[in-house]
């Protein structure tokens, strides 16, 4: 017998139903913002969640730093016992996203995403939602598992959300005790907006569920980095173009709009 695991969708975003991982949610932050004195003897503010075993994230309100128990000197004025931390959440799903701004003004996205499957049966099949502003991404759209295989799909309507349902049948199921990853993979036409001279990248997330996202986005050949908000974890310079990098952790229902604004060269337009 074989379960199916339900996936939606949310503003561009793909989202494993809290179903998959009901016995695993993690409470609201209880304990708020601590002051932490890290290894290197910087002094931050922030809130801290066990990623895994002896891992942990800091999210500051700038940044989020990827921590082991050697890194966190003291909190609240107080050496921490060990791997009891204090930690009020446990991250439970991740996401990371390329985007690729192309020269004719489309943005290519390719995010992937893992789940585990914690249940006593073998998941065969996955589904999810794309709302109606998400619907001309199926022009270009793509699945393609861990192995490199790119997955048939099947498209219905959805009535419940205005939009399409995605159907995947999974070319190697995920066994109980597994992780299961996909990449997605789509073109974004009319992300990019012009002001004063200056191109804008933007995209706000709006996570329904808690998640450590990581989005990574390359701007086109020539362009000129003004200003990036919030902070990024790395701005840096590949095969000639800039590359800007962000890390947050976003809890469920929390909005925060990344930005990129730069200049394109003469030479570049």
């Known amino acids: 017998m074989t379960r199916k695991i339900t996936m939606i969708a949310a503003l561009g975003l793909v989202v494993v139903l809290a179903a998959l991982w009901s016995r695993q949610r993690a409470t609201r932050i209880s304990a708020g913002v601590h002051a932490f004195e890290l290894s290197d003897g910087k002094q931050v503010h922030g809130v801290l969640m066990t990623l895994r075993a ?63 499957n914690d249940g006593a049966q073998v998941l065969d099949q996955v589904d999810w939602g794309l709302n109606a502003h998400e619907i001309p991404q199926l022009q270009h759209y793509r699945v393609i598992d861990s192995y490199g295989n790119e997955l048939g799909l099947r498209i219905e309507d959805d009535a419940t959300i205005h939009g399409k349902r995605v159907f995947v049948a999974l070319r190697r199921p995920v066994l109980p005790g597994e992780e299961g990853r996909l990449t997605v993979v789509y073109r974004e036409p009319g992300r990019l907006e012009r002001e004063d001279g200056e191109w804008i990248y933007r995209h706000v997330g709006d996570y329904p569920d808690d998640r450590l996202v990581t989005r990574s986005v390359c701007l086109p050949a020539g ?38 604004r730069y200049r394109l060269s003469l030479a570049s337009r």
């Open 223 to 260: 362009a000129a980095v003004v200003a990036v908000r919030p902070q990024a974890l790395y701005t840096v310079t590949t095969a000639g173009r800039e590359l800007v990098v962000w890390r947050r952790f976003f809890a469920a229902g929390e909005q925060l709009p990344w930005e990129i």
């Open 54 to 116: 002896g891992s942990y994230i800091l999210q500051t309100g700038e940044q989020c730093l990827l921590l082991g128990l050697d890194d966190i000197r003291r909190i609240d004025g107080k050496v921490p016992a060990g791997a009891a931390l204090g930690a009020d959440r446990k991250v439970l799903f991740a996401q990371e996203s390329f985007e690729d701004i192309s020269d004719s003004g489309y943005v290519e996205v390719r995010s992937t995403w893992r789940w585990r």
